[in-house]
């Protein structure tokens, strides 16, 4: 039953989820008195701030992602298995996975969030995603796919879709994505694609609300749209795109965007896993927990990290999902499982807040530090590179970061522009936790879209 996991005299912390949450508690937990168990259906750690990088070819994907067990060589209590979680029996204390039922003497849910596409099925089934490897390789082999085809087509409305690019949501990483392809049709295009009038490719970053970096100060929103502007991204505020098919994101009934390239980096829900009682699980499939990250009417489980809906007075949306938060609540619930095992009253969670930052393109980032301080340009790009590479996990991966960046930097160039792994809409839905079978065979296959009548979006 025990997927050959050895039988321990210490209880046992199953941890589900190996990212920023997970790895962080598992690596706390090295000391203390218990087995540690990390299941993830990855055999790696994935450094997501830096994933649209790899999709716009400006890190190799090994250098932002890391291998579970070599992280944890040499930690005696540690085990990990590789499977996809599919159930909680909290009854039985028991987890249903991919190779075998798992026990548990206290278990956290760490699992993070999955993309969001507020139902909206069209989109769902078209669009591109940014939260894992998988998703950032396809993103980058179907743009350059598409720059491939745009030259083999004489349509003139067939070549712009095929180049035009919309980025939806303007958050961090829809903001850092289009100032990336930005950058790459400035330097990079027009050395490989010399064929290509690439005055008709334009990229459309597409925002529901009225200003992009929602949570950051107003001077930060007002610098990286200013940046943006000036790298000839059309921003759209206050505009929702609501249907994505044959080549056209539409913004109301009749009006749309030409594009065979739709990005959906608009908001995600909480990644939960099936067993818990409903009354658990928040409107956007967060886990309710209490202060100590305890999930709601549950002794031994417990929920970090974007998964967990830790809703507090200063917070009433609960905290925000960031790669900080999900470390800090690590830290503090590995202390208050050492409290519970002696005995003792677990401590309420308290996030410190550290700040917030943005990158658009070379020389130019925006951060947010606590205390009202603000800084952009060049100090905040520096700020935003040196943090990243010092968080990046292993130092080969910091060393070919940095030399991937002092590359692009002194060359105006991005090396990874391959097409790796020839890719169409069929194989969009990669991700193990959102594939639905229906779509891989109900997606028709690619054709060139027919000549559109692009109604401009308001300028
Ligand atoms: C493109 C992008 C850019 C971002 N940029 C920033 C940034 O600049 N700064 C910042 O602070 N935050 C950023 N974030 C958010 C940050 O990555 C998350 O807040 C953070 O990863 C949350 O950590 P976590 O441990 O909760 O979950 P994750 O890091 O997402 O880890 C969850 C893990 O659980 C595993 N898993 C999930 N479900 C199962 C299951 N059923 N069975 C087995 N394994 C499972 C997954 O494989 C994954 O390894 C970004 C996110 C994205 C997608």
Known sequence: MDTN??????P????????????????????APVQVVVIDRNNYHNFQPLLYQVATGALEAD???YPIRKIFAGQPNFFYRM??????????????????????????LATGSLTNFFGLESIERNAMQIKSIPNALNLRSYIFQNFEKALLTDDPAAKQALLNIVVVGGGPTGVEISGSLAEMRKHVLPKDYPELDLRAMQIFLVEAGAELLGPMSLASQADAKRYLV??????????SINRYEDGKAYFSDTEFIPTENLVWAAGVNGAEVPGLPPEVVARNKRINVNGWNQVQGQTNIFAIGDVANLVSHDMPRGLPMLAPVAQQQADHLAANIQRLLRGEAPKDFKYLNKGAMAIVSRNKAVVDMPG??????????????????????GFRNKVVAFVDWAFSYFSSDQALRLIIRPFNRKDMMDDPGKAKAEHRTATPEYTPAPPAIQTPVNA
């Open 5 to 10: 996991l050895p039988i321990s005299a210490q």
């Open 12 to 31: 046992r912390v199953v941890i589900i989820g190996c990212g920023f949450g997970g790895l962080r508690l598992a690596k706390a937990l090295r000391k």
């Open 63 to 65: 250098s932002i992602a």
């Open 83 to 108: 499977a996809d979680v599919q159930r909680v029996d909290p009854a039985r204390n028991t987890l249903t996975t991919s190779v075998g039922d798992i026990r548990y003497d206290y278990l956290v």
């Open 230 to 239: 000036e790298l000839g991204v059309k921003v759209q505020l206050n505009t």
């Open 372 to 393: 009202n301080i603000h800084f952009n340009g060049i100090f905040g790009w520096a700020t935003w590179l040196f943090v990243h590479l010092m968080t990046l996990v």
